[in-house]
Protein backbone atom coordinates (compact mmCIF):
# COMPACT_ATOMS: atom_id res chain seq x y z
CA UNK A 1 0.00 0.00 0.00
CA UNK A 2 1.57 3.60 -1.05
CA UNK A 3 -0.41 6.84 -0.21
CA UNK A 4 1.20 9.98 -1.86
CA UNK A 5 1.11 13.20 0.07
CA UNK A 6 -0.91 14.96 0.83
CA UNK A 7 -3.08 12.19 0.86
CA UNK A 8 -1.16 11.44 4.95
CA UNK A 9 -0.82 13.23 7.89
CA UNK A 10 2.27 12.88 10.16
CA UNK A 11 1.00 11.95 13.92
CA UNK A 12 3.58 11.26 15.80
CA UNK A 13 7.39 10.19 15.48
CA UNK A 14 8.17 7.08 17.39
CA UNK A 15 11.30 6.16 18.56
CA UNK A 16 12.76 3.75 15.61
CA UNK A 17 14.80 5.79 13.62
CA UNK A 18 17.22 5.18 10.69
CA UNK A 19 19.69 6.84 8.93
CA UNK A 20 17.12 6.63 6.02
CA UNK A 21 13.80 7.27 7.34
CA UNK A 22 11.75 7.54 10.16
CA UNK A 23 8.68 5.16 11.78
CA UNK A 24 5.45 7.03 12.31
CA UNK A 25 1.93 6.66 12.78
CA UNK A 26 -0.38 8.09 9.95
CA UNK A 27 -4.07 9.18 8.85
CA UNK A 28 -5.76 9.12 5.66
CA UNK A 29 -8.28 11.63 4.81
CA UNK A 30 -10.89 8.93 5.35
CA UNK A 31 -9.70 6.95 8.76
CA UNK A 32 -6.58 6.68 10.78
CA UNK A 33 -4.10 3.42 10.17
CA UNK A 34 -2.91 2.91 13.56
CA UNK A 35 -0.22 0.31 11.63
CA UNK A 36 3.65 1.49 10.89
CA UNK A 37 5.22 3.50 7.44
CA UNK A 38 8.66 4.32 6.29
CA UNK A 39 9.02 7.68 4.68
CA UNK A 40 11.00 8.05 1.65
CA UNK A 41 11.01 11.46 -0.40
CA UNK A 42 7.38 12.19 -0.84
CA UNK A 43 5.76 8.68 -0.42
CA UNK A 44 4.32 6.41 2.68
CA UNK A 45 5.35 2.83 2.20
CA UNK A 46 3.46 0.59 4.71
CA UNK A 47 5.34 -1.85 6.75
CA UNK A 48 1.57 -3.92 7.60
CA UNK A 49 -1.08 -4.32 9.94
CA UNK A 50 0.49 -6.66 12.19
CA UNK A 51 4.10 -5.70 11.85
CA UNK A 52 4.98 -8.68 14.36
CA UNK A 53 4.06 -10.48 11.06
CA UNK A 54 6.79 -8.83 8.78
CA UNK A 55 9.99 -9.85 11.17
CA UNK A 56 10.56 -13.80 11.02
CA UNK A 57 12.81 -15.33 7.91
CA UNK A 58 11.89 -19.57 7.98
CA UNK A 59 13.33 -21.57 4.87
CA UNK A 60 11.53 -24.20 3.19
CA UNK A 61 12.83 -27.32 3.23
CA UNK A 62 12.05 -27.88 -0.75
CA UNK A 63 14.93 -27.11 -2.23
CA UNK A 64 15.29 -25.95 -6.14
CA UNK A 65 18.48 -28.06 -7.22
CA UNK A 66 17.18 -27.49 -10.95
CA UNK A 67 16.29 -24.31 -10.91
CA UNK A 68 16.85 -22.07 -14.05
CA UNK A 69 18.27 -18.55 -13.84
CA UNK A 70 15.35 -17.33 -15.78
CA UNK A 71 12.79 -19.41 -13.30
CA UNK A 72 14.59 -18.02 -10.33
CA UNK A 73 14.19 -14.07 -11.70
CA UNK A 74 10.68 -14.82 -11.82
CA UNK A 75 10.51 -15.30 -8.41
CA UNK A 76 12.96 -12.57 -7.51
CA UNK A 77 10.76 -9.91 -9.19
CA UNK A 78 7.25 -10.91 -8.15
CA UNK A 79 8.37 -10.67 -5.02
CA UNK A 80 9.63 -7.05 -5.08
CA UNK A 81 6.89 -5.74 -6.91
CA UNK A 82 4.37 -4.28 -3.86
CA UNK A 83 1.57 -5.07 -5.82
CA UNK A 84 2.06 -8.71 -5.90
CA UNK A 85 4.51 -9.55 -3.54
CA UNK A 86 6.46 -8.69 -0.26
CA UNK A 87 7.95 -5.44 -1.92
CA UNK A 88 6.91 -2.92 0.73
CA UNK A 89 7.88 -5.12 3.38
CA UNK A 90 11.03 -5.75 1.96
CA UNK A 91 11.48 -1.84 1.24
CA UNK A 92 10.36 -0.67 4.74
CA UNK A 93 13.20 -3.07 5.97
CA UNK A 94 15.82 -1.98 3.71
CA UNK A 95 15.07 1.77 4.30
CA UNK A 96 16.16 0.76 7.93
CA UNK A 97 19.14 -0.56 7.36
CA UNK A 98 22.38 0.54 8.43
CA UNK A 99 25.32 -0.43 5.93
CA UNK A 100 27.64 2.24 6.74
CA UNK A 101 30.28 -0.23 8.55
CA UNK A 102 29.99 -2.34 5.56
CA UNK A 103 30.40 0.81 3.04
CA UNK A 104 33.51 1.58 4.93
CA UNK A 105 35.17 -1.79 4.74
CA UNK A 106 34.37 -1.70 0.65
CA UNK A 107 35.93 2.06 0.52
CA UNK A 108 38.84 1.55 2.24
CA UNK A 109 40.09 -0.68 -1.06
CA UNK A 110 38.96 2.47 -3.37
CA UNK A 111 41.28 5.03 -4.84
CA UNK A 112 41.62 8.12 -2.14
CA UNK A 113 40.11 10.52 -4.72
CA UNK A 114 36.22 9.94 -4.49
CA UNK A 115 35.64 12.67 -7.23
CA UNK A 116 37.79 10.34 -9.71
CA UNK A 117 36.51 6.99 -8.41
CA UNK A 118 33.64 4.68 -10.51
CA UNK A 119 31.37 2.93 -8.24
CA UNK A 120 28.69 0.53 -9.79
CA UNK A 121 25.76 -0.41 -6.83
CA UNK A 122 25.00 -3.73 -8.77
CA UNK A 123 21.41 -4.92 -7.17
CA UNK A 124 21.01 -1.68 -5.45
CA UNK A 125 17.53 -2.08 -4.32
CA UNK A 126 15.69 1.00 -2.96
CA UNK A 127 18.80 2.97 -3.58
CA UNK A 128 19.53 4.47 -0.19
CA UNK A 129 23.17 2.85 -0.83
CA UNK A 130 23.82 5.49 -4.12
CA UNK A 131 22.68 8.36 -2.70
CA UNK A 132 25.09 7.47 0.52
CA UNK A 133 28.09 6.82 -2.29
CA UNK A 134 26.88 9.71 -3.98
CA UNK A 135 26.73 12.21 -0.86
CA UNK A 136 30.72 10.83 -0.13
CA UNK A 137 31.97 12.48 -3.64
CA UNK A 138 31.59 9.34 -5.75
CA UNK A 139 30.74 8.75 -9.65
CA UNK A 140 27.98 5.81 -9.06
CA UNK A 141 26.29 3.96 -11.53
CA UNK A 142 23.84 0.69 -10.86
CA UNK A 143 21.66 -1.60 -11.87
CA UNK A 144 18.60 -3.94 -10.14
CA UNK A 145 16.74 -7.21 -12.14
CA UNK A 146 12.91 -5.57 -10.10
CA UNK A 147 11.55 -2.85 -12.22
CA UNK A 148 9.60 -1.88 -9.37
CA UNK A 149 12.65 -0.79 -7.07
CA UNK A 150 14.33 0.73 -10.21
CA UNK A 151 12.10 2.85 -10.32
CA UNK A 152 12.31 3.97 -6.53
CA UNK A 153 15.78 4.03 -7.10
CA UNK A 154 15.27 6.44 -9.81
CA UNK A 155 13.69 8.41 -7.76
CA UNK A 156 15.78 9.14 -4.86
CA UNK A 157 18.63 9.88 -7.35
CA UNK A 158 17.95 11.55 -10.53
CA UNK A 159 20.38 12.07 -12.57
CA UNK A 160 22.12 9.01 -12.00
CA UNK A 161 22.01 6.21 -14.68
CA UNK A 162 20.58 3.02 -13.45
CA UNK A 163 19.60 0.16 -15.95
CA UNK A 164 17.07 -3.09 -15.55
CA UNK A 165 19.52 -5.86 -15.78
CA UNK A 166 20.69 -8.67 -14.03
CA UNK A 167 24.33 -9.58 -13.04
CA UNK A 168 24.70 -11.59 -16.12
CA UNK A 169 23.06 -9.27 -18.52
CA UNK A 170 24.74 -6.00 -17.24
CA UNK A 171 26.57 -4.44 -19.61
CA UNK A 172 28.34 -0.97 -19.62
CA UNK A 173 30.82 0.95 -21.61
CA UNK A 174 32.37 2.55 -18.44
CA UNK A 175 34.84 0.10 -16.10
CA UNK A 176 34.80 0.55 -12.42
CA UNK A 177 36.87 0.77 -9.56
CA UNK A 178 34.47 -0.66 -7.40
CA UNK A 179 31.49 -2.89 -7.63
CA UNK A 180 29.15 -3.01 -4.35
CA UNK A 181 27.08 -5.87 -4.59
CA UNK A 182 25.84 -6.22 -1.05
CA UNK A 183 22.98 -9.16 -0.23
CA UNK A 184 22.41 -9.06 -4.66
CA UNK A 185 24.41 -11.81 -5.79
CA UNK A 186 22.64 -14.21 -3.32
CA UNK A 187 19.48 -14.36 -5.43
CA UNK A 188 21.76 -15.45 -8.64
CA UNK A 189 21.09 -19.38 -8.69
CA UNK A 190 24.44 -21.67 -8.98
CA UNK A 191 23.68 -22.41 -12.37
CA UNK A 192 24.45 -18.54 -13.61
CA UNK A 193 26.78 -17.41 -10.09
CA UNK A 194 30.21 -18.03 -12.20
CA UNK A 195 28.91 -16.40 -15.20
CA UNK A 196 27.55 -13.86 -13.51
CA UNK A 197 30.80 -12.51 -11.29
CA UNK A 198 33.27 -12.74 -14.18
CA UNK A 199 30.52 -10.57 -16.03
CA UNK A 200 30.97 -7.86 -13.10
CA UNK A 201 35.14 -8.67 -13.05
CA UNK A 202 34.43 -7.58 -16.55
CA UNK A 203 33.70 -4.79 -15.71
CA UNK A 204 36.22 -4.02 -13.18
CA UNK A 205 39.58 -1.56 -14.32
CA UNK A 206 42.90 -3.30 -13.70
CA UNK A 207 42.88 -3.36 -9.68
CA UNK A 208 39.60 -2.71 -9.12
CA UNK A 209 37.65 -4.71 -6.83
CA UNK A 210 34.61 -6.18 -6.31
CA UNK A 211 33.00 -6.28 -2.66
CA UNK A 212 30.06 -8.73 -2.05
CA UNK A 213 28.28 -10.61 0.61
CA UNK A 214 26.75 -13.92 0.67
CA UNK A 215 24.76 -16.51 3.05
CA UNK A 216 25.09 -20.23 4.01
CA UNK A 217 23.23 -21.80 6.21
CA UNK A 218 24.78 -22.76 10.03
CA UNK A 219 24.59 -26.17 10.04
CA UNK A 220 27.34 -28.56 10.45
CA UNK A 221 25.82 -31.86 8.54
CA UNK A 222 25.26 -29.55 5.59
CA UNK A 223 27.70 -30.16 2.97
CA UNK A 224 30.82 -27.71 2.65
CA UNK A 225 31.43 -28.27 -1.42
CA UNK A 226 27.96 -26.87 -2.15
CA UNK A 227 25.25 -24.86 -0.63
CA UNK A 228 21.97 -25.06 -2.06
CA UNK A 229 19.14 -22.72 -4.03
CA UNK A 230 16.23 -22.53 -2.01
CA UNK A 231 12.85 -20.65 -1.50
CA UNK A 232 11.93 -19.01 1.69
CA UNK A 233 8.21 -18.73 3.52
CA UNK A 234 7.47 -15.79 1.16
CA UNK A 235 8.48 -17.47 -1.78
CA UNK A 236 11.81 -15.36 -2.52
CA UNK A 237 14.96 -17.04 -4.15
CA UNK A 238 18.15 -17.38 -2.39
CA UNK A 239 21.44 -19.00 -3.42
CA UNK A 240 23.12 -20.13 0.04
CA UNK A 241 26.61 -20.94 -0.98
CA UNK A 242 29.39 -21.86 1.14
CA UNK A 243 33.00 -20.90 1.34
CA UNK A 244 34.40 -23.70 0.12
CA UNK A 245 32.15 -23.60 -2.82
CA UNK A 246 32.81 -20.02 -3.82
CA UNK A 247 36.72 -20.64 -3.68
CA UNK A 248 36.21 -23.34 -6.32
CA UNK A 249 34.42 -20.89 -8.18
CA UNK A 250 37.46 -18.10 -7.53
CA UNK A 251 39.64 -21.03 -8.84
CA UNK A 252 38.20 -20.98 -12.12
CA UNK A 253 38.27 -17.65 -12.63
CA UNK A 254 41.92 -16.58 -13.85
CA UNK A 255 41.70 -12.91 -13.94
CA UNK A 256 40.68 -12.35 -10.05
CA UNK A 257 42.82 -12.16 -6.77
CA UNK A 258 40.82 -13.26 -3.71
CA UNK A 259 41.98 -10.02 -1.46
CA UNK A 260 39.38 -11.82 1.56
CA UNK A 261 36.78 -14.51 2.28
CA UNK A 262 35.41 -14.38 5.38
CA UNK A 263 32.30 -16.01 7.25
CA UNK A 264 30.96 -14.90 10.73
CA UNK A 265 29.47 -17.78 11.31
CA UNK A 266 26.99 -15.87 13.36
CA UNK A 267 24.37 -12.80 13.76
CA UNK A 268 25.97 -9.36 12.98
CA UNK A 269 24.22 -6.42 10.96
CA UNK A 270 24.42 -8.03 7.78
CA UNK A 271 21.63 -10.83 9.73
CA UNK A 272 18.32 -9.67 9.92
CA UNK A 273 17.07 -9.97 13.18
CA UNK A 274 15.47 -13.59 13.22
CA UNK A 275 18.08 -15.58 10.70
CA UNK A 276 19.12 -16.87 13.53
CA UNK A 277 20.66 -19.80 11.06
CA UNK A 278 22.51 -18.30 8.60
CA UNK A 279 26.19 -16.77 8.10
CA UNK A 280 27.30 -13.31 6.13
CA UNK A 281 29.74 -14.53 4.01
CA UNK A 282 32.14 -11.63 2.56
CA UNK A 283 34.42 -11.50 -0.06
CA UNK A 284 36.40 -9.03 -1.73
CA UNK A 285 37.79 -9.81 -5.36
CA UNK A 286 40.64 -7.98 -7.08
CA UNK A 287 40.72 -8.24 -11.31
CA UNK A 288 44.30 -8.60 -11.89
CA UNK A 289 46.83 -5.86 -14.05
CA UNK A 290 47.31 -7.72 -17.16
CA UNK A 291 50.47 -6.44 -17.90
CA UNK A 292 51.83 -6.87 -14.44
CA UNK A 293 50.00 -9.71 -13.48
CA UNK A 294 52.63 -12.57 -11.90
CA UNK A 295 51.73 -15.79 -10.49
CA UNK A 296 51.71 -16.46 -6.56
CA UNK A 297 54.50 -16.98 -5.08
CA UNK A 298 54.19 -21.02 -4.31
CA UNK A 299 56.98 -22.82 -2.18
CA UNK A 300 57.40 -26.24 -3.48
CA UNK A 301 57.77 -28.70 -0.59
CA UNK A 302 55.79 -28.71 2.34
CA UNK A 303 57.15 -24.83 2.85
CA UNK A 304 53.93 -21.91 3.87
CA UNK A 305 55.26 -18.83 2.75
CA UNK A 306 54.69 -15.52 4.70
CA UNK A 307 55.97 -12.09 5.23
CA UNK A 308 56.57 -9.73 8.30
CA UNK A 309 54.33 -6.99 8.15
CA UNK A 310 54.31 -3.98 10.83
CA UNK A 311 51.28 -3.13 12.28
CA UNK A 312 50.73 0.54 10.91
CA UNK A 313 51.33 -0.82 7.33
CA UNK A 314 49.16 -3.85 7.83
CA UNK A 315 46.78 -2.90 5.35
CA UNK A 316 49.15 -2.56 2.45
CA UNK A 317 51.07 -6.00 3.69
CA UNK A 318 48.08 -8.19 3.81
CA UNK A 319 46.79 -7.11 0.39
CA UNK A 320 49.78 -7.90 -1.42
CA UNK A 321 50.17 -10.98 1.04
CA UNK A 322 46.69 -12.16 -0.33
CA UNK A 323 47.66 -11.53 -3.72
CA UNK A 324 50.36 -13.57 -3.96
CA UNK A 325 49.59 -16.54 -1.57
CA UNK A 326 51.84 -15.48 1.15
CA UNK A 327 50.68 -15.41 5.00
CA UNK A 328 51.49 -12.44 7.62
CA UNK A 329 53.11 -12.54 10.52
CA UNK A 330 52.33 -9.53 12.49
CA UNK A 331 55.53 -7.24 13.89
CA UNK A 332 55.58 -6.71 17.63
CA UNK A 333 53.94 -3.83 18.83
CA UNK A 334 56.01 -0.35 19.36
CA UNK A 335 55.09 1.96 22.95
CA UNK A 336 52.16 3.96 20.68
CA UNK A 337 50.48 0.87 19.97
CA UNK A 338 50.54 -0.13 23.75
CA UNK A 339 49.10 2.89 25.02
CA UNK A 340 45.94 2.60 23.14
CA UNK A 341 46.15 -1.01 22.63
CA UNK A 342 42.82 -2.34 22.70
CA UNK A 343 42.16 0.04 19.38
CA UNK A 344 45.70 -1.86 18.13
CA UNK A 345 43.95 -5.14 18.83
CA UNK A 346 40.66 -4.02 17.62
CA UNK A 347 42.74 -2.48 14.26
CA UNK A 348 44.36 -5.28 13.35
CA UNK A 349 41.45 -7.87 13.54
CA UNK A 350 39.52 -5.47 11.13
CA UNK A 351 42.22 -6.02 9.15
CA UNK A 352 42.82 -9.14 8.23
CA UNK A 353 39.10 -10.37 9.06
CA UNK A 354 39.05 -12.95 5.71
CA UNK A 355 42.68 -12.94 5.49
CA UNK A 356 42.79 -16.18 3.35
CA UNK A 357 46.04 -17.09 4.56
CA UNK A 358 47.92 -17.99 7.60
CA UNK A 359 48.74 -15.70 10.52
CA UNK A 360 51.35 -14.99 12.82
CA UNK A 361 52.15 -13.13 15.55
CA UNK A 362 55.79 -11.67 16.91
CA UNK A 363 55.47 -10.95 20.48
CA UNK A 364 57.42 -8.39 22.07
CA UNK A 365 61.08 -8.93 23.39
CA UNK A 366 63.31 -5.60 24.00
CA UNK A 367 63.72 -4.82 27.88
CA UNK A 368 61.47 -8.75 28.39
CA UNK A 369 62.40 -11.42 30.35
CA UNK A 370 60.07 -13.57 32.30
CA UNK A 371 62.20 -14.96 34.34
CA UNK A 372 63.68 -12.48 35.31
CA UNK A 373 65.24 -12.15 39.15
CA UNK A 374 63.48 -8.21 39.21
CA UNK A 375 59.22 -9.48 40.43
CA UNK A 376 58.16 -6.10 38.47
CA UNK A 377 60.26 -7.01 35.05
CA UNK A 378 59.02 -10.77 35.02
CA UNK A 379 55.17 -8.97 35.87
CA UNK A 380 55.24 -6.86 33.05
CA UNK A 381 57.18 -9.60 30.77
CA UNK A 382 54.69 -11.82 31.34
CA UNK A 383 51.73 -8.69 30.73
CA UNK A 384 53.30 -8.25 27.36
CA UNK A 385 53.14 -12.43 26.85
CA UNK A 386 49.61 -12.20 27.54
CA UNK A 387 48.84 -9.30 25.07
CA UNK A 388 50.69 -11.43 22.55
CA UNK A 389 48.19 -13.92 22.77
CA UNK A 390 45.37 -11.34 22.60
CA UNK A 391 46.36 -10.50 19.71
CA UNK A 392 46.76 -13.69 18.45
CA UNK A 393 43.65 -14.67 19.34
CA UNK A 394 41.79 -11.39 17.70
CA UNK A 395 43.08 -12.37 14.90
CA UNK A 396 42.63 -15.81 14.07
CA UNK A 397 46.78 -16.31 14.16
CA UNK A 398 47.88 -19.77 14.19
CA UNK A 399 51.27 -19.49 16.02
CA UNK A 400 53.12 -16.69 18.06
CA UNK A 401 56.52 -16.49 17.81
CA UNK A 402 58.70 -15.94 21.39
CA UNK A 403 62.47 -14.94 22.13
CA UNK A 404 64.17 -16.59 24.76
CA UNK A 405 64.69 -13.39 26.54
CA UNK A 406 68.10 -14.74 27.57
CA UNK A 407 71.11 -12.92 27.53
CA UNK A 408 74.66 -15.34 28.40
CA UNK A 409 76.80 -13.95 30.34
CA UNK A 410 79.92 -16.38 29.99
CA UNK A 411 78.74 -17.88 33.50
CA UNK A 412 77.92 -21.73 32.89
CA UNK A 413 75.74 -21.88 36.26
CA UNK A 414 73.50 -18.11 35.63
CA UNK A 415 72.79 -19.89 31.59
CA UNK A 416 71.61 -23.54 33.08
CA UNK A 417 69.98 -22.01 36.11
CA UNK A 418 68.31 -19.47 33.37
CA UNK A 419 67.31 -22.15 31.33
CA UNK A 420 65.91 -24.58 34.58
CA UNK A 421 63.50 -21.40 35.12
CA UNK A 422 62.50 -21.11 31.75
CA UNK A 423 61.79 -24.57 31.46
CA UNK A 424 59.72 -24.36 34.53
CA UNK A 425 57.76 -21.13 33.15
CA UNK A 426 56.87 -22.84 29.90
CA UNK A 427 55.56 -25.25 31.21
CA UNK A 428 52.81 -23.81 33.32
CA UNK A 429 52.31 -20.75 30.69
CA UNK A 430 52.14 -23.37 27.41
CA UNK A 431 48.80 -24.50 29.33
CA UNK A 432 47.01 -21.14 27.97
CA UNK A 433 48.31 -22.21 24.72
CA UNK A 434 47.09 -25.20 24.66
CA UNK A 435 43.55 -23.70 25.97
CA UNK A 436 43.54 -21.52 22.46
CA UNK A 437 44.79 -24.12 20.48
CA UNK A 438 47.94 -21.65 19.19
CA UNK A 439 51.20 -22.80 18.76
CA UNK A 440 54.19 -20.95 20.77
CA UNK A 441 57.51 -20.95 18.98
CA UNK A 442 61.10 -20.15 20.42
CA UNK A 443 63.39 -18.30 18.48
CA UNK A 444 67.09 -18.13 18.41
CA UNK A 445 68.91 -14.82 18.71
CA UNK A 446 72.14 -14.27 21.36
CA UNK A 447 72.20 -18.33 21.44
CA UNK A 448 74.98 -20.02 20.14
CA UNK A 449 73.75 -23.80 19.45
CA UNK A 450 69.84 -25.35 19.37
CA UNK A 451 70.48 -27.45 22.65
CA UNK A 452 69.36 -24.44 24.73
CA UNK A 453 66.21 -23.82 23.19
CA UNK A 454 65.69 -27.75 22.44
CA UNK A 455 66.42 -28.34 25.89
CA UNK A 456 63.14 -26.37 26.68
CA UNK A 457 61.10 -27.54 24.31
CA UNK A 458 61.84 -31.23 24.93
CA UNK A 459 61.48 -30.83 29.21
CA UNK A 460 57.83 -28.95 28.45
CA UNK A 461 56.74 -31.56 26.17
CA UNK A 462 53.49 -30.08 24.42
CA UNK A 463 52.30 -29.92 20.81
CA UNK A 464 51.80 -26.36 21.29
CA UNK A 465 55.73 -25.61 21.92
CA UNK A 466 57.67 -25.45 19.09
CA UNK A 467 61.21 -24.05 17.60
CA UNK A 468 61.76 -21.50 15.30
CA UNK A 469 65.06 -20.64 13.41
CA UNK A 470 65.68 -17.23 12.73
CA UNK A 471 68.59 -17.26 9.73
CA UNK A 472 70.60 -13.86 10.30
CA UNK A 473 70.77 -14.32 14.03
CA UNK A 474 72.21 -17.57 14.06
CA UNK A 475 75.26 -16.52 10.81
CA UNK A 476 75.84 -13.29 13.57
CA UNK A 477 75.54 -14.90 16.81
CA UNK A 478 76.55 -18.93 16.44
CA UNK A 479 79.65 -20.58 14.67
CA UNK A 480 76.97 -23.45 13.53
CA UNK A 481 75.66 -23.04 9.89
CA UNK A 482 72.32 -22.75 9.37
CA UNK A 483 72.12 -26.64 8.09
CA UNK A 484 73.50 -27.80 11.68
CA UNK A 485 70.77 -25.57 13.36
CA UNK A 486 68.00 -27.39 11.35
CA UNK A 487 69.52 -30.98 11.83
CA UNK A 488 69.38 -29.47 15.91
CA UNK A 489 65.73 -28.23 15.63
CA UNK A 490 64.94 -30.91 13.48
CA UNK A 491 60.97 -32.36 14.43
CA UNK A 492 60.30 -29.30 16.33
CA UNK A 493 61.21 -26.72 13.56
CA UNK A 494 57.58 -24.70 12.99
CA UNK A 495 58.75 -21.48 11.58
CA UNK A 496 61.91 -20.15 10.18
CA UNK A 497 62.60 -15.94 9.70
CA UNK A 498 64.98 -15.68 6.48
CA UNK A 499 67.00 -12.79 6.46
CA UNK A 500 70.60 -12.35 5.57
CA UNK A 501 73.33 -10.04 6.31
CA UNK A 502 77.06 -9.66 6.36
CA UNK A 503 78.41 -11.34 9.27
CA UNK A 504 78.85 -8.90 11.83
CA UNK A 505 75.54 -7.26 11.69
CA UNK A 506 71.59 -8.20 11.89
CA UNK A 507 70.88 -6.21 9.16
CA UNK A 508 67.92 -8.35 7.96
CA UNK A 509 68.67 -8.04 4.33
CA UNK A 510 66.68 -9.23 1.43
CA UNK A 511 68.65 -12.45 -0.56
CA UNK A 512 70.61 -12.32 -2.88
CA UNK A 513 72.50 -9.90 -0.75
CA UNK A 514 74.75 -10.97 2.31
CA UNK A 515 77.29 -13.47 2.89
CA UNK A 516 75.08 -16.83 3.24
CA UNK A 517 73.52 -19.37 0.62
CA UNK A 518 70.89 -21.13 2.32
CA UNK A 519 69.57 -23.33 -0.64
CA UNK A 520 71.17 -26.38 1.35
CA UNK A 521 69.44 -25.49 4.39
CA UNK A 522 66.15 -25.54 2.77
CA UNK A 523 66.66 -28.33 1.36
CA UNK A 524 67.29 -30.13 4.06
CA UNK A 525 63.90 -28.49 5.86
CA UNK A 526 61.89 -30.14 2.46
CA UNK A 527 63.16 -33.33 3.73
CA UNK A 528 61.64 -32.86 7.13
CA UNK A 529 57.68 -34.66 7.51
CA UNK A 530 55.94 -31.41 9.16
CA UNK A 531 54.87 -27.66 7.34
CA UNK A 532 57.34 -25.18 8.56
CA UNK A 533 56.31 -21.11 7.80
CA UNK A 534 59.62 -19.40 5.94
CA UNK A 535 59.08 -15.83 6.97
CA UNK A 536 60.66 -12.83 4.52
CA UNK A 537 61.82 -10.99 7.90
CA UNK A 538 63.30 -8.42 5.52
CA UNK A 539 62.99 -4.13 5.42
CA UNK A 540 59.89 -3.82 3.46
CA UNK A 541 57.62 -4.69 0.60
CA UNK A 542 60.32 -4.48 -1.94
CA UNK A 543 62.93 -6.78 -0.01
CA UNK A 544 59.99 -9.28 0.01
CA UNK A 545 59.71 -9.41 -3.68
CA UNK A 546 64.09 -9.43 -4.27
CA UNK A 547 63.96 -12.45 -1.87
CA UNK A 548 61.37 -14.10 -3.59
CA UNK A 549 62.78 -13.70 -7.43
CA UNK A 550 66.31 -14.82 -5.93
CA UNK A 551 64.64 -18.00 -4.19
CA UNK A 552 62.85 -18.64 -7.82
CA UNK A 553 65.80 -18.68 -9.72
CA UNK A 554 67.30 -21.33 -7.21
CA UNK A 555 64.09 -23.43 -7.88
CA UNK A 556 62.89 -23.50 -4.56
CA UNK A 557 59.75 -21.47 -5.48
CA UNK A 558 57.30 -21.66 -8.77
Keep these: MKLKA ?16 A ?108 KKFIEAGYRVSAFDLSTDLVELSRERNPGVKIDCKS ?62 DVLNKRKLFFNLVTVKELQNIFSEMPDVEVVKISDSQKNTPDNYKKEKDLSVI ?22 VPMVSAPIDEMGKYAQYAAANGLGVE ?45 PEIRRISRKRFDQALEIAKATRAATVNFHTCHTSYKLPAHDKKTQSDLIEFWKEYIK ?29 NSPYLQTCLDT ?31 GKNDLHTPFPDGIADFCNMLNEVKKLEQDVNIVFEVNGLE ?16
Design 330 to 374: IKTPKTEHYENFEATVEKLAKVLEGFPNKISVHAPFFDINPVSID
Design 472 to 502: GHAIVNSPLSPEEWTEGFKNSLRHMHLHNND
Design 167 to 228: FKNFKSDKKFDGIWARNSLLHVPKCALKESLQNMVDHLKDGGILWATMKREIDEKADEARGR
Design 23 to 130: AVEVMTKEKRLPNFFAIGGNTAILFGANRGDYTTEEWYEDECENITEEEAAKYVKKYYDPAKGDGEYYISRHLNQDTSRQREDFLSYLPSKPEKTEILDAGCGTGCVI
Design 432 to 460: KFEEAKITAMLENVLETSPEFIQRIVEEV
Design 543 to 558: DVKQSAEAFSKLGLIV
Design 6 to 21: PDYVELNKLDEQSENC
Design 282 to 303: TFVLRKKDAKNSAPPLNFKGRF
